[in-house]
């Protein structure tokens, strides 16, 4: 590591932690204050959707200006903002209003935040290092997430509300400290004399002519997608075990969060093993490979249960070298000038997947059997990544 990607992990660590702390301190007042879970939904919507719809034109941003500015200025924004929402929380004026507020100004700033990071990284690390790179950052955001989880009901318990938001203020102020000393090269982005307008419809031309980018930005969609129906799934199948539902949810989420960080460790210290479009695809058909095979799972006692926590756990394994891949492919295919448009459209489709495929597997769980939807969504996913692995072998015969 260098040191302006230490840097950048640092940064990156210190606001994660704050985030995972925020997101459960805000489900839990929401829930304390209004009792009612459709509105914790709005809450959390309001923090999705404005992300999504900023994320079809923030790429440009990215691409136009210096994406050291733009990541040091989001997280002060954030920072500060955070800060003035404590002293509402002392102040007792904090409203579900100024709530939806908060997260829509959050949302807003990561739209631009987001895309900046992948599409910078090659500036600060060589080329063959990308893939480690990738893994690096993706293992200190899941060292952050499941470290953030752990103590941050806790946090919530025995701090209260405003040290909770205090906390993930300063924790964007800090990103923001780290950041300030990375150095960029080049040191800017090459820029441009066209319109706005023109560098989106220019972003998107750039990304069509490339059938490459736009096969990955499919695969991106399609593991986003099962991204989200895992997410629906594993309470259903928890609840499925009669001795302790929530506490067998714990292990299942326990084991995919692990399973996330031990492959980032892995990549980190080794390459992702033949072609990176292979290792994505492999990847991807494993994933549907795990889900299928717990068809054959006996019973419902301890077997199956130890079972679908294997499964949750190398199914995280793979789903983070597929997106190890995905990355690095993107930033190996993608022309500097252009990557924080593609990275954007990426984080756009990806983040769309997921509550997508939470409504629709939603849906399905009502009138399917679990495991048998389980199996046959599997199924599909190995399908298709078996489908474009023939396919890109074919190609490069």
């Not at 309001?46 to 941003?61: D, H, K």
């Not at 990071?117 to 690096?136: E, H, T």
């Not at 190890?324 to 769309?352: C, D, H, M, P, W």
Request: glycine letters at 12%; aromatic letters at 12%.
């Amino acid at each position: 590591m260098n040191k302006n990607f230490k840097l950048l992990l640092a940064g990156q660590m210190a606001s994660q932690v704050g985030d995972k702390f925020h997101m459960i301190a805000l489900a839990f007042w929401v829930l304390e204050t209004t009792g009612s879970s459709g509105k914790m939904g709005m809450v959390l919507a309001a923090f999705l959707v404005p992300s999504l719809v900023l994320g079809f034109f923030s790429g440009s941003f990215v691409d136009r200006y210096s994406r050291k500015k733009i990541i040091v200025g989001t997280d002060l924004v954030r920072g500060l903002v955070l800060m003035g929402f404590v002293w509402l929380f002392m102040a007792n004026e904090m409203n579900l209003g100024l709530i939806i507020g908060l997260q829509v100004i959050l949302s807003a700033s990561a739209a631009f935040f987001d895309p900046s990071i992948p599409a910078m990284i090659p500036q600060i690390v060589g080329k063959d290092s990308l893939a480690r790179a990738n893994a690096m950052h993706q293992a200190a955001n899941s060292a952050a997430l499941i470290g953030g989880a752990a103590l941050g009901g806790m946090a919530v318990a025995g701090l209260g509300y405003e040290w909770i938001f205090f906390l993930n203020g300063m924790s964007f102020l800090i990103s923001a400290g780290f950041e300030s000393f990375i150095k960029i090269y080049p040191g800017r982005n090459p820029g441009t004399k066209n319109s706005l307008g023109s560098d989106i419809k220019a972003g998107y031309l750039y990304l069509l002519g490339s059938p490459s980018l736009v096969v990955i930005l499919f695969m991106v969609m399609v593991i986003h997608f099962f991204v989200g129906a895992i997410e629906v799934f594993m309470p259903v199948i928890a609840d499925h075990f009669l001795d302790n539902g929530p506490k067998t949810l714990g292990f299942f989420q326990a084991a995919l969060g692990s399973g996330t960080l031990v492959m980032s460790l892995l990549l980190s210290r080794s390459s992702l093993g033949g072609t990176k479009k292979t290792a994505l695809f492999s990847s991807v058909m494993a994933m549907g490979c795990l889900q299928a095979v717990t068809f054959f799972l006996p019973g419902s006692g301890s077997v199956q249960k130890i079972g679908f926590i294997l499964c949750f756990f190398f199914w995280g394994c793979a789903m983070i070298r597929a997106a190890v891949s995905f990355k690095t492919l993107i930033q190996a295919l993608t022309k500097n000038e252009y990557a924080g448009r593609v990275f954007a459209l990426a984080a756009t489709i990806g983040n769309g997947s997921i509550p997508a495929a939470m409504i629709f597997f939603g849906l399905l769980l009502d009138k399917s059997d679990f495991q048998k939807l389980f199996s046959l969504s599997g199924l599909i996913l190995a399908g298709l990544g078996l489908t474009f692995l023939i396919l890109f072998k074919k190609e490069n015969k």
